[in-house]
């Protein structure tokens, strides 16, 4: 079967559309390659080459000797796993053919993000930092300090996050906001090692997915991205420990240097 | 018996922090029991074998590489992408608090000039957030890099 000119720019742009949909949402690269690629040939092109890097992805596709390429911008829209799944799963029912073309398209461009309630989120990330204070040995007053601490710094992370500020103010106005809660622990003396809980409240803003996707973007060939990927990581750990200095600055509670 | 009280309480604390991670991560809701399964298993299995006087790197090692290769089963089970439940059930052995720790003592050095407590705390705990995040990440992809090799898991 050969495609026309017009059909084969459609297939192309609903491949890059998930591919965009998977790289904004914090898909590893090997994930974005693989997904795009599948998509474009279950549609009916010979292959599909692209280009994933940190903020863009260029895809071409191939079809009868007729090359159709393009690019998009990729702004970071937060993880989001939700999506990911989405993606994935109307991947997996087109190469079943349980779909054609237009359903794909018209699929791809209901998805809607998924997000918890943002209290419950609140309420789960205290528990989560309280439950590392018990990792390092806290008591049960410290698993309250932390608890407060934390998802006071959540709720400041969401507001934030909300009205689009940049991600290394954000991380650093919340780590100083649970270290300043937390210190308040330290003076105060609550429980046996109250500094413990200055440390097990700033865990919230660890960017554990942006490492974990760095190495293994790395690891499996795409050394650039991962690069990126790992630069950004740094950067956003960089300012949460500016923050927490900051704290320890004004409120002279210097918990984290023994 | 001892011991096995003590895997079951490092497990309870251990999976609170895989779901509420998950929930940050949006990872849909029937999918968070495995979040919590899989944290639950991993964290309580590197403290068996830090018990067992294994180092923290290797321990974390073995623990994220079974959690891949439980989440390239439970993957193909369900058709999820693996990072879906294996990032989230490992955030509990990530480690922050040496990473910040690290930064904090280079703010430090930087502020109030060298010296060696402040150099040696800076290295040591550098060290260990690089080799710990590496073993972590690498232990996730074994699946892929071993066994699939490029080809497409779900």
Redesign the interface.
Known sequence: MSLTYEAQSELTRIAVKAGQILLQH???S??VE??TQ?IGIALGAQSIELSVSSDAIVITSLLDGHCVTTTRRCYDRG???????EV??IC?MLEKQLLDAHQVKERLNRLV????NRW??VL??G??????S???GGDLPVYITTFFASAAAMILRQELAHRQHNPFVNFALAAFLATSIASIGVIHQFGEDPKIAM??C???L?P??P??????DM??GHISTGIARWVFATLL??S???G??GSMAVTGVWG??? | MELIKLLLIDAW??W??A??????????KK?LVYCAIGGAFAHSFRYLLMYWGVHIEWATLAASSSMGFLGLYWSRKR???R??FT?AS???M?P??F???T???I??LNAGGYNI??AQ?VIENGLRTLFI??A???G??LP??LIYRGR?I?
Do not use: D
């Open positions: 914090g898909a590893e090997r994930l693989q997904t599948r993880i989001n796993m939700h999506m990911v799944c994935q799963r997996v993000p998924f997000k918890y419950l989120v789960m990330i528990l989560s930092c309280g439950s590392f018990h990792f390092f440390a097990a700033v865990l919230l660890v554990g997915f490492f974990i996707n760095a190495v293994s690891l499996k750990t960089i949460v420990s500016i927490i200095v984290w240097i023994i | 604390f251990a609170i922090p779901v509420g991670f998950a929930m940050v991560f949006n990872v849909p999918m058709l999820i992408p990072p879906v990032v490992v955030i509990p990530i922050g608090s990473a910040f720790t930064v904090i003592g703010v430090e407590a402040l705390m995040l590496g972590l990440s690498f996730l992809a892929s890099i497409p779900v």
